[in-house]
């Protein structure tokens, strides 16, 4: 079976830092990826990671542990627009479907 | 400019009726999908496509069917089977076969939000 975790909301004040948490369980693994959507619209592309470690793009950062099955999405210097849903998504053994978890609503306040 | 099309935006139907969703993209893309995406929930994958008239079911196809004639398209049809059609469907279409792998990330359209009356 397949399934990834998240938790459902977080909250957060401006200027903070947050962490999102990412457990999946699949069938194979070929690469997460990070997206985030704002209520109504289409998932934006945020990062993407297939070997363990950080990658870093400006605020954002995306962490994976192949062994735990773990990734996190770190937001810094959190900014009002930021307030939005967050998906984390994994790619199937066969390499083509992207399996999503439910997201994380992130309300960013002043 | 390059891109991914969904058409209509917004859509109505009536109960017991069938109706189709377009989705087109003209980025060369390999692989299209369909996901299904309910308040407060994540994307469901209804059916996915790597390659032009083959396609596999997802983990929620019952009640949708598709096809995948041209490279470009991949239209959603919405059966009258389908019991709980009211949601915002998203299709969203990547390369399969690049050596950089981040560049098999989903690009995904604005959305067609579909209303049962």
């Known amino acids: 079976g397949q399934n990834i975790d998240q938790p459902t909301e977080m909250t957060a004040t401006e200027g903070a830092i947050v962490q999102i948490n990412c457990t999946y369980q699949t069938s194979g693994f070929n690469g997460l990826f990070w997206y985030q959507q704002h209520a109504g619209e289409a998932p934006t592309f945020l990062s993407y990671?297939?070997?363990?470690g950080l990658e870093e793009k400006g605020r954002f950062s995306s962490f994976l542990s192949r062994s735990k099955g773990y990734s996190y999405l770190l937001l810094k210097e959190l900014q009002m627009k930021d307030s939005a849903s967050y998906l984390c998504a994994v790619r199937d053994r066969t390499g083509t479907a992207l399996i999503f978890g439910k997201g994380t609503t992130l309300s960013v306040s002043s | 400019d390059g891109g991914i099309t969904q058409s209509p935006k917004y859509l109505f139907r009536k109960e017991g009726q069938n109706v189709t969703l377009s989705c087109e993209q003209n980025?060369?893309?390999?692989?299209m999908y369909w996901y299904r995406q309910d308040p407060g929930q994540g994307l469901r994958l209804i059916y996915y496509?790597?390659?032009?008239?083959?396609?596999q079911k997802g983990d929620i196809a019952e009640g949708y069917s598709v096809s995948r004639e041209k490279k470009e398209s991949f239209p959603l049809t919405v059966t009258s089977a389908q019991k709980n059609p009211t949601a915002f469907y998203l299709c969203?279409?990547?390369?399969?076969?690049?050596?950089?792998?981040?560049?098999?990330?989903?690009?995904f359209g604005q959305g067609t939000r579909l209303t049962v009356v």
């Open positions: 969203a279409s990547s390369h399969l076969n690049t050596r950089d792998l981040q560049t098999r990330r989903a690009f």
């Open positions: 990671n297939v070997l363990d």
């Open positions: 496509s790597q390659i032009v008239n083959d396609f």
């Open positions: 980025l060369n893309h390999d692989a």
